[in-house]
């Protein structure tokens, strides 16, 4: 090459800066962010423009939560509790015939300075209203807790695409080098519908899938540590054998540079020896305050198990990681433990709002007091809502056709409502959403433009928002 032509070459941002959107800017932002990891800071400029928030916290309740007793204030539900359940057409269910127009077997009340009417299910959440913006016009392409799931977390009813924690963490990459950027905490009690294919990588880089870690278990991250029966490993022999495998894997990657799966084993088992130091630290509650633990409920069995969670779930996020999921509802028969209320609502969303309500509005007001809110994302959601009629006399179907999800934090606007459902919080009337709406405003939040957040599969530019979605500018601060 001649001096004139090295002149003109690019160097390596110059390069990726006009390779074109997609895989180009994010390989840009994975190379800036590590940059700037080495000067002992984080990528706070975002990828496409600057970022409101670095770091996301999903609740989700599966099963599918009730809008119409936990957000959706309808009086007319409580003036036609009883009667037929007309709203004009037909009314389609996925399991019953319309039963009669059911009241909430819980009271309402206006909260905050915004006025927003909320349920006695949920009276610690009330307490954050003003911190929350509500979105009770969702929709749902499925009315089946699988596919619905999958569409709630990758914008696809089919399994195989990307979860919104992957496309994260693909886009943005990791704030530490000692934890995973994605996380995900599930109910004790077992996996939603999908198991762990909500939190797949799909066809991103097998690295960004999320990393489980089953908080209160004496083994919270499966063969971290080896069983206490292998006395015959110690550190100098586990290190010998990382080496030997660590040159036998590269080996092995000579001429298979297009599978990402070998290499994201080989990060998986650098991170796990990595792990070892890290995840004790985090799941180490010993230095919180009796105060704090009391907060998220860690002194009540109805609130300790989605409290640890919820704590943990700060812990991480304090600590670098950048999307936390935390998981509310197991898909586990019979008698469910879920949010999935055919039967006995009020005994069913008793228990799981109950369990749910304390350690949901302790993480807001932990996050709050320790000035991360401010660039944290706190994003609830549920698969779909539920019916305004009965099923049976006690129960409420699956409804797809509205129901309520809520972010707070990180560039939200506080105290805010954008869209409604109709007068029994049945369909979806003002401003009807879907999740790629949620999903483009959170990107949005996070320095992202959603249609240039891009990966090249089978000929097709994919996104996490597909071919939709527009970022809600009513609801950012």
């Not at 599966?62 to 009086?75: E, I, R």
Request: net charge negative; proline share 6%; aromatic share 8%.
């Amino acid at each position: 090459m001649t001096e004139q032509a090295a002149r003109r070459a690019p160097n390596r941002r110059q390069f990726l800066e006009s390779w074109g959107g997609g895989l180009g800017w994010v390989a840009l932002a994975h190379l800036l962010g590590r940059e700037s990891e080495a000067a002992g800071k984080d990528l706070n400029g975002g990828l496409h423009h600057p970022a409101r928030a670095k770091r996301v916290v999903q609740l989700f309740m599966s099963g599918a939560a009730s809008q119409c007793d936990t957000f959706d204030y309808k009086p007319l539900l409580i003036e036609r509790s009883g009667e037929e359940f007309d709203p004009g057409g037909k009314v389609e269910l996925f399991q019953s015939s319309p039963g009669p127009v059911m009241k909430s077997p819980w009271t309402w009340k206006r909260h905050g300075e915004s006025g927003k009417w909320m349920s006695s299910l949920v009276p610690h959440l009330a307490e954050c209203v003003d911190e929350m913006a509500f979105f009770p016009s969702m929709i749902s392409k499925s009315n089946v807790h699988g596919p619905a799931t999958f569409m709630q977390n990758s914008g696809f009813v089919l399994p195989g695409f990307p979860s919104m924690g992957a496309w994260i963490s693909y886009g943005l990459g990791s704030m530490t080098d000692d934890l995973p950027s994605f996380v995900v905490l599930p109910d004790a009690r077992g996996f939603a519908p999908n198991g762990p294919g909500n939190h797949s990588a799909g066809f991103l880089p097998a690295e960004h899938q999320g990393t489980m870690i089953r908080a209160g278990r004496d083994n919270p991250i499966h063969d971290l540590f080896p069983p206490s029966s292998a006395d015959f490993i110690t550190p100098e022999s586990e290190a010998d054998g990382l080496r030997l495998l660590g040159r036998l894997n590269r080996r092995h990657m000579r001429g298979r540079e297009d599978d990402s799966r070998l290499d994201a084993r080989i990060q998986a088992y650098e991170m796990a020896a990595r792990l070892q130091v890290t995840a004790p630290q985090v799941m180490d509650l010993s230095g919180e305050t009796e105060s704090t633990r009391k907060l998220y409920g860690l002194d009540d069995p109805i609130t300790e198990d989605f409290g640890l969670r919820c704590l943990v779930a700060r812990r991480l996020l304090e600590r670098g990681v950048r999307f936390v999921q935390v998981w509310s509802g197991a898909d586990n028969g019979f008698p469910r433990r879920n949010w999935d209320s055919h039967e006995d609502l009020d005994k069913d969303h008793g228990m799981m709002g109950k369990s749910m309500d304390k350690p949901a509005a302790a993480l807001i007001r932990d996050l709050q007091s320790r000035g991360l809110l401010e660039d944290t994302i706190v994003y609830w959601t549920t698969e779909f809502g539920r019916m305004p009629c009965s099923q049976g006399t006690m129960g409420r179907d699956h409804n797809p056709f509205t129901f309520t999800s809520w972010l707070a934090g990180g560039g939200v606007r506080g105290g805010t409502t954008y869209g409604a459902s109709d007068e029994w919080s049945y369909k979806a009337l003002e401003n009807p959403i879907y999740c790629y709406d949620l999903h483009a405003t959170v990107l949005h939040l996070l320095g992202i433009d959603h249609t240039r957040l891009t990966f090249r599969h089978n000929g097709i530019d994919r996104r996490l928002t597909d071919v939709h979605g527009h970022v809600i500018e009513e609801v950012l601060a």
